[in-house]
Every structure is written in C-alpha cells, then in structure tokens.
C-alpha cells in the first residue's frame, strides 16, 4: 500500500490519468435521440472528484430531464443520477478521507447548496438548489463524471456497481420512506406495487421486522411477492377493495406508495389504521382524490418522500450488504444506452435497466 492506496490502484489512475478523452450518451436537444459521442476528460474543481463510472442505473426520473420538464434544463444533456464508480482524481479541497481508487455512489442528491434555509437547517435534500446529477451537471450515462463531495457516498466491498447503481435513488428512496415512517418492528406495512421501487421495498420491509403487505395487480404476482419476503399478498384487481383487505388484516401503519397511479393510492387510505401513515413516492400527474375527513377522525397521515442525502444512501448500501437484499437489474453496455433508455419508457423493463460503463 501506498499513502492508503494500492499500487495497482494508482497505477490504474495513472493510466486513466493519461486518456484524453471518455465517451458519453448524450441528448442534443429535448426529447431528442441519443448518441454516443467523444468529450474531453475534464479535471475536478475545488470541492469536487472526478468519477470513472462503472455502472448507471435508468431512473424513470431521467426523462423528466430529457423532455426539460423541469426548469433550467440545458442541451446537450447527459442523464443519469443512479451512479456507481471509482474516484479517479481530487480536486483542489477535496480531500475529507476520500481517496483515489474508492469506490464510490451518486444518487439524486447530487449536492446541495448549503446557504439556502433547508441547508441552514441541515435538511439538506430539500435544498433549494438540489444538484441532481443530469440536470445541474452532467449524469452518469457516461464514462466520467464530476461530482462534488458532499454527494459521495461509500459503496461496501460486496456490493457489486451494477447493484449499487440503483440504491442511490430507488433504494435510498424506498430505504428511507420506511424508517423514517411511524411503523415499528411487528407493525402492517403495505407496499403498493412490486415494479422497480417496490420489488426493493418489500425487501426492506421485511428485513426491518414489519408485517409485510405486498399490493399489486393480479393473482400472478403473490409468489413473486411472496419470494422478496411478503407475507400477504393483496391483489387490486380482485372484488375485495385494496383498503377492506389491509383492514381485514389489522389495519396498515404505513402504506409505502411506489406505484405511480393516483387511483391506485388513494384506494389504499381507508385501510389505514388509526394514525397510519400514508407515504407516497410513486411520482404520479393526477391529484390524489383523498377528502380531509378520511384523515382528520382518525389522526392518519400522509407525506411525499424524496430521496435522500449521501450519508442515507451509504446506510441503504450498508444495510442492503447486510441483509443481502439487490435489485433486480438488467444489465446494458453504454453504447445501447437509447435501446436501455427507451425500453425503461416503455414499461418493459419491469425493474431496473442498469447501463455497463467500466
């Protein structure tokens, strides 16, 4: 070893050092196709390390930025905010304990501001000024990324990149939603959807100790459910509404809400035990048809969830080596990125397409 970092490891930096450019998938303009082109490798500034990316997860959240849904979007775009790689150079001030060589996750936090209020505050992922990857700099749909440190996070020794790609945002997510809820250890706790948020959170759920209550539609999927560590499986579809099922059950104390669909949600509150907790991070347009008398008699409540910071996606790391709890991904090599891309769209892709970079 040497100064913290092997010898192998320095001389693979040295040799990344030396490439000039990396390749990229970029969109040219909204809503455009994508292509693989050839930028120059950039150095870190202050605050920042430059990543080589070994694996980006396809978040459906890429194509808000893709069709500049959100403002302050600019072209050409590279997307890609579930990212896992080695740090390859440090900036100026970038030091912190990062090293060269250590592998490494960004997710949807990207970096915060730290002078708006919420940061003032130390609620740093509800910053005025988010830096989500792909939309404040560029994203992980390419070989190299500059990332400033305070989105780092550290990836255990047996969390292979293409796993830990997609824990920086759908897991951290799901993660997060459920320990930062009101259930305890032995509490009904429904999931609703088992795509490529949910199929995590029953994982979740269960290796917290909770009740489990898997929601999706169909009779099909209750051995799926049931695989990922569900005890009950709730089919939407069947005569019996979702909310008399979970009563019948006991009544949930949180609903996790990853299924994008209003309908879908909104048929899950009455099932709510008193006080229950809806929790909603499917991103759905429609407004939630949910009157204030479903919550105000009995205390229930319900909250949106973003996210979170890189200390909260190096305890979803952590606590996913610990359980042995992966998504299930579908590996694609960089230069397929549009064919991944649009497949994620599609809805084909019923978990999580994972693009191959190193």
Same mark, same amino acid.
Request: aromatic share 6%; glycine share 14%.
């Given at each position: ?21 990396? #390749?990229? $998938?970029?969109? +040219? ?7 693989? *082109?050839?930028? &120059?490798?950039?150095? !870190? %500034?202050?605050?920042?390390? #430059?990543? $080589?990316?070994? +694996? ?7 194509? *808000?930025?893709? &069709?500049?849904?959100? !403002? %302050? ?286």
């Amino acid at each position: 070893m040497v100064g913290g970092v092997g010898v192998r490891d320095g001389q693979e930096a040295a040799l990344l050092e030396g490439m000039s450019t990396y #390749r990229a $998938a970029q969109v +040219a303009t909204v809503g455009g196709p994508f292509e693989i *082109v050839e930028r &120059e490798v950039p150095r !870190p %500034g202050p605050g920042h390390v #430059r990543i $080589a990316v070994d +694996a980006c997860g396809i978040c459906h959240s890429d194509a *808000v930025f893709v &069709e500049a849904l959100f !403002p %302050g979007v600019r072209f050409p775009l590279v997307p890609g905010h579930e990212i896992a790689g080695r740090i390859e150079e440090l900036g100026e001030g970038a030091g912190g304990g990062w090293r060269v060589g250590e592998r490494v996750a960004v997710g949807w936090f990207g970096g915060s501001c730290h002078r708006c209020t919420s940061c003032r505050r130390g609620d740093f992922i509800v910053c005025e000024n988010l830096k989500v990857p792909g939309w404040a700099y560029d994203g992980g749909y390419a070989e190299r990324v500059i990332a400033p440190t305070d989105a780092l996070a550290r990836i255990p020794d047996t969390l292979p990149a293409t796993d830990a790609a997609p824990m920086a945002c759908a897991g951290v997510t799901t993660y997060n939603g459920l320990r930062r809820s009101s259930a305890r250890p032995g509490d009904l706790v429904a999931v609703l959807g088992i795509g490529g948020l949910g199929h995590l959170g029953v994982q979740y759920a269960a290796a917290m100790g909770f009740e489990v209550a898997a929601i999706a539609r169909g009779a099909g999927k209750a051995d799926f459910a049931r695989q990922l560590g569900a005890h009950h499986y709730i089919d939407s579809t069947a005569d019996t509404p979702v909310a008399d099922a979970l009563l019948a059950l006991g009544g949930a104390k949180a609903v996790l809400a990853t299924a994008a669909n209003a309908d879908a949600i909104t048929a899950t509150v009455e099932g709510l035990a008193p006080r229950g907790e809806l929790i909603v991070i499917g991103a759905a347009a429609e407004p939630l048809g949910i009157s204030p008398n479903q919550l105000l008699m009995t205390g229930r409540l319900m909250r949106g969830h973003p996210s979170g910071t890189a200390q909260d996606v190096q305890d979803t790391m952590a606590f996913s080596a610990l359980h042995g709890i992966r998504p299930m991904i579908e590996p694609v090599p960089l230069e397929r990125a549009a064919e991944a891309y649009q497949k994620m769209l599609s809805g084909a892709a019923r978990f999580r397409m994972v693009l191959t970079v190193g």
